[in-house]
């Protein structure tokens, strides 16, 4: 993969080699031209790293001094007592990126007391397959526009970026954060009609997966749309406008949307 201009000789550290943490770095690691760091509570998690080319840190101050780029991975509760522990280290053209859910760019301004700039980022979990879909708050009147690009560009290379004011924050959580969660749900239960109807479960489970596959290409193709797709299958008097009656009959469309809007709610 060629690396971006904005990252060319860029320190990368990540702080929290969990799940996603690991799949950040894992996706960078095919960039030629950045250097990258990890530190974990538990070194052991750093190994699989270390084989693709990260560097593991022993320290949180040890790794804040050496990043330009610095992801913080670990759990919210977490934030504040990291970033205290990094503050002596950071230097002034030091981006922190916060992949922590309902930590606010004030709280990690307050916690880095201004001394550097913050970006905050909502990932989803397909980004462990390098597939993800990240929102980016690049607020901070002190992140330079050659950082922005650098932001962007970091996690470009690990789905799709999209750069939204952090009040809309919310509505792409609840709306994409929790999405994979909408989708498997539905998987599951047409997996569940799959073994009703005498296919193994694993076949089941292989026959669903594709079809979410194959049917996630067509509605990415240009010029396609959700309803479009779903009128071509739906022929007159036939199976399939059928079943999506009942569907319609049930509300599932209605439920889908008040599930969506009940998680905005609660973000």
Known sequence: MTTPVSLEGKNIGCIGCGNMGSAILNGLSQLAEVHLFGYNRTRSRLAPLEEKGVTAVDSIPAIAGLSDLLIIGVKPYLVKQVLTEALPALRPQTVILSIAAGISLADLKSNVQNHCAVVR????T???VNAGSF???LDDPALCSADQQACIDLFSSLGQVLVLPEEKFPAFTALIGCGPAYVFHFMDALAEAGV???F???EALELVTQLTLGSAKLAALPGSHPALLREQVCSPAGVTIEAMNHLDRTAVRGHLIDAVLSAYRKS
Do not use: E, I, K
Not at 121 to 124: A, D, K, R, S, T
């Open 121 to 124: 980022v909502m990932p989803n």
């Open 126 to 128: 397909p980004a462990l």
């Open 135 to 137: 929102a980016l708050a």
């Open 196 to 198: 009703t109807l005498g």
């Open 200 to 202: 193994t479960r694993q």
